[in-house]
């Protein structure tokens, strides 16, 4: 007998179209204009540096990276210390890690495909450009749907500590999901338009930072206290203290 697919396993919660509207009301209302990025290797870097960093502190690591290396030749070159040396001079955790995990990418890239552009990337539909970017290493699903997502314009929807978070304490999914299963469950229930994807993941990642923090959220000032079925537990002050979670936040949301 064939699994049921998470749709069978968890139908759309009826609150969520009015979650959808009520954020997107507050966080962004105009409608937002698809770009893409002149170099979406550029994209790909920053979303690897993004990852448990503060935006300001990628964004930091981002710029000292091509200040040092205008061009992503050179940092091949360089190798994985001479990375490490200059994504150290801006801050930051993992550093040594991600100058590893970036200097890997370049390689594979100029190894297997013989240049260090992802510019092609524009004319390859969604299914082809997951298996490119997932082939890389240490580039997972939630990297490669960022970089669909805020490089390409394609209508992808990576799910971070934020999204997951206010997944389960809105309930519109199943406590025992986790992100790779609440992703793929939001990739088939959400339009698939880049805008309306876009704009839930930004305005639920806003509310998540904004709002509905990991420690202490601020439920008696939050535009869903009443489609929420947690917040009688927070504003009881009943809630059990959770471990302080780590920044996982796309670079640009
Ligand atoms: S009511 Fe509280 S727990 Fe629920 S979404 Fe708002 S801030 Fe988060």
């Known amino acids: 007998m064939p699994r049921p ?8 919660p009826p609150v969520l179209p009015e979650v959808t509207r009520r954020l997107r009301e507050r966080y962004l209302p105009d409608p937002p204009t698809p770009e893409r990025s002149a170099e979406p290797l550029d994209g790909l870097i ?34 994985p210390d001479g990375i490490e040396t200059a994504l150290r001079a801006a801050g930051g955790g993992l ?14 890239l100029q ?11 524009r004319d390859m539909d969604d299914a ?7 082939g890389l290493p240490g580039v997972g699903p939630k990297t490669a749907s960022c970089v669909l ?14 999204i997951e978070r206010i997944s389960r304490r809105l309930e519109l999914v199943p406590q025992k999901w986790n992100a790779v299963k609440i992703e793929r469950w939001y990739e088939q229930i959400l339009p698939r338009t880049w ?16 709002v509905c923090r990991s420690q202490r959220p601020t439920c008696a000032e939050c535009l869903l206290q009443n489609l929420c079925p947690s917040a009688g537990i927070f504003l009881s002050g009943q809630e059990q203290p959770v471990a302080r979670q780590k920044t996982a936040t796309p670079r640009r949301a």
Request: glycine share 4%.
């Open 149 to 162: 997502l805020f490089d390409l314009a394609r209508p992808a929807m990576p799910v971070d500590t934020h």
């Open 128 to 134: 082809q450009i997951r298996t490119l970017l997932e």
């Open 95 to 108: 550093i040594r890690s991600k100058a590893r995990t970036i200097w890997n990418v370049l390689h594979q």
């Open 111 to 121: 190894e297997a495909r013989g240049s260090l552009s992802l510019r092609d990337t």
């Open 46 to 79: 920053g979303t690897i540096l993004s990852q448990q960093n503060l935006a300001v502190i990628t964004r930091r690591q981002f710029d000292g990276l091509k200040l040092v290396y205008p061009r992503w030749e050179a940092a091949l070159q360089d190798g």
């Open 195 to 210: 805008a309306e994807r876009y704009t839930f993941h930004v305005s639920v990642i806003r509310h998540g930072q904004q």
């Open 5 to 12: 697919s998470l749709l069978e396993q968890h139908p759309v």
